[in-house]
């Protein structure tokens, strides 16, 4: 995942040498998605999102702007969530705030009905809500973005992060409430996420398969096998470069062995998860791990 950001910054480049702004825009568009899934430092991220917004303002006053502008700001709010930027720095700048470019999108979709302008507002709400451990918004949000997919051989970055975290909040839910048709759900994106791991792209997908599988196990109550799945992911993501993922697996295997009763190794799971989150630019979210 991280070569293609080389990729995507050369091509744009090439886009604006050669006068096809359009195709510039797109590809820093889908430069900073992929950045920001990637695990890339979030205040890089964060400003190449504002300044692409900036650019793609044809007329301020008037909220005149480039066709993806409104799906890029929402980019810019979920970062900010993680990094603790109140939504007034950017308002002051840019003038649309979060619920207007929410609207924006949804009445792209009432004129268009383009899938992909109502997906990215169930994208960015279930984004948000993951990371701050609202998992039964993030099922609800996984539930209504698939209620508009579109069958199509073409799988988009937000679609493979959105299974990921559908999956791990059934997993976890399902433990918490004993609701076993989320363990049904949960195992199905495992399924998924291992055959991506195996056929597809083992650099991005093994980690996430291998959390996946530590959740399964924990809502299974087999703590052995969680153990050695969570252990293993967070090597898997430290090695393939997702310092967010590592931070996230680092969590979780936090929570586990706190529920297990060993509490300080627990603790200490959860102190490297923060420190994780810390490095990659996640004030906020590092600021909430502790107390549970």
């Known amino acids: 995942l991280q070569a293609t950001i080389e990729g995507l910054q050369s091509a744009t480049k090439m886009g604006l040498v050669e006068g096809d702004y359009k195709n510039a825009i797109f590809n ?3 430069m900073n998605r992929q950045m920001l899934v990637a695990g890339c430092e979030l205040s890089e991220v964060r400003n190449n999102l504002l300044q692409l917004c900036l650019d793609m303002m044809y007329d301020k006053s008037k909220k005149y702007c480039f066709p993806t502008f409104p799906s890029t700001l929402g980019d810019l709010y979920s970062v900010m969530s993680l990094t603790g930027e109140t939504q007034d720095e950017v308002y002051s700048i840019i003038g649309i705030t ?3 470019n929410e609207k924006k999108l ?3 979709y009432s004129a268009t ?5 109502i997906q990215i507002v169930y994208y960015h709400r279930l984004y948000r809500s993951f990371w701050f451990r609202d998992y039964e918004t993030v099922v609800e949000c996984c539930k209504k973005y698939d209620g508009y997919t579109e069958i199509s051989n073409v799988l988009r970055i937000i679609d493979i992060e959105k299974v990921f975290f559908s999956g791990l909040s059934s ?3 399902s433990r918490k409430k004993n609701q076993m048709e989320l363990t049904t759900e949960g195992e199905d994106v495992l399924f998924k996420m291992q055959q991506w791991s195996k056929l597809g ?3 991005n997908a093994e980690n996430k398969a291998l959390l996946l599988e530590a959740e399964y196990y924990f809502a299974k109550g087999d703590s052995l096998k969680a153990k050695t799945a969570y252990e293993a992911s967070i090597q898997s993501a430290l090695r393939h470069k997702f310092i967010h993922e590592a931070a996230l697996a680092n969590e979780l295997f936090g929570i586990f062995c706190i529920e297990e009763g060993d509490l300080r190794k627990g603790n200490d ?3 490297k998860a923060r420190k994780l989150y810390l490095q990659w630019g996640a004030k906020e979210k590092a600021d909430l791990i502790f107390p549970l």
């Open 98 to 100: 979060r619920e207007e």
């Open 106 to 108: 949804l009445e792209q």
């Open 201 to 203: 792209s083992k650099w």
């Open 113 to 117: 009905k383009n899938a992909p302008s």
């Open 171 to 173: 997993f976890i839910l």
């Open 269 to 271: 799971l959860l102190e």
């Open 28 to 30: 820093q568009v889908s």
